[in-house]
């Protein structure tokens, strides 16, 4: 490959096994790291040619694509994106919300608004403040900081892909390779497979490199990588996806006055006759 493909992966454990060895898989490639929100933001600005993304800002790009079958995903429990909350859902009236996250924290929205009824005050959590002195009634962490976090303060701990399956029936997508209309991956497109391939098949050495830094056990890494988090996005992921379109558009939360809304076709291109089976 002669052209260079600016590739933008997300700064968490649960990227890891998507990029392991993804540059010595196709040396055209120069990767970077950063919270998922911005890489969102660097794709849309044309800063990226491909970025893993949470998958709400997918469907709010303009005409994007994704790398087939590939994906950060859960069916059940994901252990990494946590609604802490002081109440039960049904009394919670303010969240607070990671900076980092976008697809999470539209399902916050979603699913208080969809199932409880209830519209929240909201407010941004930056990156680096601390979950701990929030005046709000929850507050919602994704990624390795959730998975540190105790905040013994807020009575409840909601894992929202638990949350999801239990009442969607469905698994829940957080992120795909998106890539920008226009951009040709070529061999590229290779890589990301054998990366992944390569990456789950050495999650324990993963786990074993990436959990002193954390400051997490190197077993619970590896089941993390191995056991919770879902990396295919094969049919029944698809419908999730789809599932997770149609709400957040309910809620308004495609709407965005900078961008057109352009990916659910790409996503309906890509897969046909999918959506004809989602509910
Ligand atoms: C499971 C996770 O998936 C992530 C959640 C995202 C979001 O909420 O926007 C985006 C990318 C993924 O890294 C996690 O970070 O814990």
Same mark, same amino acid.
């Given at each position: ?104 924290? /539209? ?38 900081? /959730? ?40 061999? /590229? ?74 990916? /659910? ?15």
């Amino acid at each position: 490959m002669s052209t260079t493909l600016r590739v933008g992966a997300v700064n968490y454990l649960n990227t890891k096994p998507l990029i392991e060895r993804l540059t010595d898989f196709a040396p055209g490639i120069e990767l970077s790291l950063d919270l998922p929100s911005r890489l969102a933001d660097q794709l849309a600005a044309g800063d990226l040619d491909v970025g893993l993304i949470p998958v709400v800002e997918f469907f709010r790009g303009d005409n994007y694509t994704f790398v087939p079958n590939i994906a950060i995903g859960s069916r059940g429990p994901v252990l990494s994106v946590t609604l802490f909350s002081k109440v039960p859902w049904e009394e919670i009236r303010t969240v607070a919300l990671d900076e980092g996250s976008r697809t999470s924290a /539209a399902l916050t929205r979603i699913i208080l608004e969809k199932r409880y009824g209830i519209e929240p005050v909201i407010q941004q959590l930056p990156i680096d403040t601390p979950a701990d002195d929030l005046t709000t009634d929850a507050v919602l962490l994704i990624g390795d900081r /959730a998975m540190r976090a105790c905040l013994p303060g807020y009575r409840f701990a909601y894992d929202l892909g638990e949350e999801w399956t239990a009442w969607t029936g469905l698994p829940m997508v957080f992120a795909v390779w998106a890539v920008r209309s226009g951009v040709d991956l070529g061999e /590229a497109e290779l890589a990301f497979h054998k990366a992944k391939e390569y990456g789950l098949a050495n999650a324990g050495l993963i786990a074993q490199r990436e959990a002193p830094a954390l400051g997490l056990d190197p077993g619970f890494c590896r089941r993390y990588m191995s056991n919770v988090l879902r990396y295919d996005l094969g049919p029944v992921e698809l419908a999730g996806m789809q599932k997770y379109r149609e709400l957040a558009e309910g809620v308004g939360v495609l709407a965005n006055p900078d961008r057109k809304v352009g990916g /659910a076709d790409s996503l309906q291109r890509r897969t046909p006759g999918l959506a004809a089976g989602v509910r």
